[in-house]
């Protein structure tokens, strides 16, 4: 059976596709041809070499850029700032917000921030590097804090 569909399926292979022929020294030529492929010269290769350097050089200066450009605050300046934060889980932080002369303690979870406390007096910070410090420090100024507010609120009820 299949025999039968050989002899045809090569008459229309030579007649279709250019090149195939039954003759063996022509397919031996078109073989040579393609192995040789392009002329791979050396200046070629420098040039394709130096071109691939400078494309990469490139990614990875416009990443840096980048990085760098993001770490930049807005014109806000000093009035918006992070002062610190404690992780309470994988995804959910406590953190405290200096908006101005005010300070905010934010709950921030996937997709929402919540407003836990308006400090009415602000926590003495030693240092202004964004959520870096000492968490022990951080932990009782907030205690002191929030102690101080709820010892307001029973005194003046």
Known sequence: MTHAFAK??????????????ASAEPQQAQALQFA?????????????????IVVLVAVVALAWLMRRLSRFQS????SLQAIAGISLGPR?????????????LLGVAPGRVQT???????????DHKPLR???????????????GAEEGRETSS
Do not use: C, M
């Open 8 to 21: 045809p399926a090569l008459l229309f292979l030579f007649a279709v596709v250019p090149g195939v022929t």
């Open 36 to 52: 040789s492929g392009p002329d791979l010269s050396a200046d070629y290769l420098i040039q394709f070499s130096l071109g691939l």
């Open 75 to 78: 014109s806000v300046g000093d």
């Open 92 to 104: 959910e932080r406590v953190v405290l917000v200096k908006v101005g002369e005010t300070q905010l």
């Open 116 to 126: 836990l406390h308006v400090l009415e007096h602000p926590l003495p910070t030693t």
């Open 133 to 147: 410090g000492d968490r022990g420090v951080f932990r009782r100024n907030l205690a002191s804090a929030l102690k």
